[in-house]
Structure formats: structure tokens, C-alpha cells
């Protein structure tokens, strides 16, 4: 069984699906409110915002190509003490270097944009390219029927937790299939969703990868774990 522990933060959300394509998003940050109603017709859907937010940790150990992240270049070389590659240095373009390294993403931005119908607001959330795993973020969202952006900083783990918990208790009520056949055939993305979890409560170790001896390239990740991170009520 797996020792799991809720916590509290500052930041709040609530996720409706209400069927015919639409999804209302409550967020509260700090002591300011606001809601989304995002049309899965139009735009990106509520799993984008899953998307970017896994990206832009440095440790997903995910190669999968983003083409909304932002990265800066981790110089990297090899480590005999470590027996493994380690960022040397971060550069913005790995052009201007003079002789030729291994190569590692660093995510700092990433962008999308929720649509109402009518109207839409454009999010912009970024850090510092760094390897660091503790990190704040700053959140600009620009809505098309307001001339200026709101600005909020806010830490990582803590904006993860909302949505973990979001999700958590969405998937509860609706289920997997409900909430997708309540949004116009939008799923959650699991594996955001559980890595996301994972950073929230601290425990990025329950989604550990082992090699598989007799096949050089496949690995596993323990499926009880995984379950029981998915069920925990946050």
C-alpha cells in the first residue's frame, strides 16, 4: 500500500464537464477568482493545459515532441564519476557555441489558447530554463474582450496540485468514459495526469521506470502504483 499524503496550497480549481462540448474551468489564485468556459469545437481543450504543464518539468524523461514548449539548449558531458551525461551549461542557441555537445531540452514557456465561442483567452506560462524541480511559474492570460493581461506567479508543484486534484475528482464523478463523451470525445491524458499527480505530492518515485532484462530498449513502471496514485483523493 502506498503512503500518500494530501496537502494544501493557495491555488484552487474546479473542472464541469456540461456536455454538448463544453467544459466550465473555476480557478482560484490567492484571492482571485475566475472561470473558463472552454468549447472543445473551438481552440485547444481543458487537456492542453495537462500537456504543457508536463512538459515544462525537466524530469518527464519524455522525448515526445511539443511543438507549443519553448526550450533553451543543456550543453551536456559525460561524467566518469557518474557514469552518466551532465548539463554543463544552458545556452539560448546552441549555434554560437564553438564545438559540438550532447544536446537536452530545457522547457521555459509554452502557450495556448481556450475558446468560448465568442470570445477566448490566451495563456502564456513560463519559468526559468533551469534543471531545477522546485520552481516557480508566471501565468499571463490575455482575454480577447479585455485590453490588459492578468499576471500571477505561482509554484509549480502547487499549480499541479490543483489540477491533480481537478482531475481527480472529475474523473470520479464522470469517469473515463463519462467525461469523454461529455466533452465532444475529449479524454484526460493519463500520463500527464498521474505524472502531474506525482509532482503534487512528492512522490516522482512511483513512477520509476525499470529495464526489462531480456529486451534492450522496452522498461516498465509498476501498474498497482500507478492505480493507486490515480485514486487518491487529494
Known amino acids: 500500500m502506498v503512503e500518500l499524503e494530501k496537502c494544501d496550497c493557495d491555488v484552487k480549481m474546479e473542472l464541469i464537464p456540461r456536455g454538448a462540448g ?27 493545459l495537462l500537456r504543457v504543464m508536463y512538459h515544462l518539468h ?27 551525461y551532465e548539463i554543463v551549461k544552458i545556452v539560448q542557441r546552441v549555434e554560437d557555441e564553438k564545438y559540438p555537445y550532447t544536446i537536452q531540452e530545457i522547457p521555459y514557456k509554452a502557450e495556448f489558447c481556450w475558446d468560448e465561442e465568442g470570445a477566448d483567452c ?13 520552481f516557480n511559474i508566471k ?3 490575455k482575454y480577447s474582450d479585455e485590453e490588459t493581461e492578468r499576471c500571477y506567479e505561482v509554484r509549480y508543484k502547487d499549480f499541479c496540485y490543483a489540477i491533480a486534484k481537478a482531475c481527480t475528482e472529475t474523473l470520479k464523478k464522470f469517469g473515463i468514459l463519462g467525461y469523454h463523451h461529455s466533452t ?26 525499470d529495464n526489462v532484462e531480456e529486451e534492450r530498449f522496452a522498461v516498465t513502471s509498476s501498474f498497482e502504483k500507478e492505480m493507486e496514485l490515480l485514486l487518491f483523493d487529494m
Not at 490566451?122 to 522546485?134: A, C, F, S, Y
Open 139 to 141: 501565468i499571463r492570460l
Open 184 to 209: 465532444y470525445e475529449e479524454d484526460i491524458p493519463l500520463r500527464y495526469f498521474l505524472f502531474l499527480k506525482a509532482v503534487a505530492l512528492d512522490r516522482l518515485d512511483l513512477l520509476k521506470l
Open 22 to 48: 463544453w467544459i466550465h474551468v473555476h480557478l482560484t489564485i490567492g484571492e482571485e477568482s475566475m472561470a473558463f468556459v472552454i468549447s472543445s469545437a473551438m481552440g485547444d481543450r481543458f487537456s492542453k
Open 58 to 84: 525537466p524530469e518527464n524523461n519524455d522525448p515526445e515532441f511539443e511543438e507549443d514548449i519553448y526550450c533553451w539548449e543543456g550543453l551536456c558531458e559525460w561524467s566518469d564519476s557518474k557514469s552518466e
Open 122 to 134: 490566451n495563456w502564456v506560462i513560463e519559468r526559468k530554463p533551469t534543471t531545477e524541480t522546485d
